[in-house]
């Protein structure tokens, strides 16, 4: 069964939490196939802060993960540490607090950006579990209508992720605030 998340358009678009349409355990291979596809792209090894090291990908990994399960909040990020599998499993041998991830954040938006909509796209072709997707559209008299049709989910797709970046920003701001 392949798991398509639906664009909805403004109405509706995509639940806070993904895992409401698509396993736990599916969304963390799509976060990493991101994730390394992106280190191929731009190696980068570690992120140091406060005195420690880090594990750059994996950092990116968690923060990336984080944000497509609703997760916003640094703070409430690094209390999900202990009580989230998947959020467990990546930061294996590393303690995060929630200041590494508003810094890595802050510095490291743009690729944390390029992650959340390569995921979002994924889902949103309708890669399912094998991680197959519905492949290119043939060739036909419909094809241009495809490629807009395939353009607009592409840029939902990427205004989605800015717009959770954005929502993690606030929600760190608000709690700054308390």
Not at 18 to 24: F, G, T
Not at 62 to 86: H, K, N, Q, R, V
Not at 135 to 144: E, I, N
């Amino acid at each position: 069964m392949k798991h398509k998340l639906e664009l909805v358009g403004a109405e509706g678009g995509f639940p806070a939490d993904l895992r409401q349409r698509v396993p736990a355990h599916r969304l963390l291979e799509l976060v990493l196939e991101a994730v390394s596809q992106l280190g191929a792209e731009r190696p980068v090894r570690e992120f140091h802060h406060g005195g420690a090291s880090y594990n750059y990908n994996q950092i990116l990994a968690t923060l990336g993960y984080a944000y497509l399960i609703g997760i916003f909040d640094s703070e409430e990020l690094e209390a999900a540490l202990d009580l989230d599998p998947e959020l467990k499993y990546l930061v294996t041998g590393s303690t995060p607090s929630a200041a590494t991830f508003r810094r890595f954040r802050r510095l490291h938006r743009g690729p944390l950006g390029v992650v959340l909509m390569r995921v979002l796209a994924r889902l949103a072709s309708g890669a399912g579990p094998s991680g197959a997707s519905q492949g290119p559209v043939p060739a036909s008299p419909a094809k241009p209508v495809a490629d807009r049709v395939a353009m607009e989910r592409l840029t939902q797709c990427a205004v989605e992720a800015e717009a959770r970046l954005s929502r993690a920003v606030f929600a760190d701001m608000v709690a700054w605030d308390d």
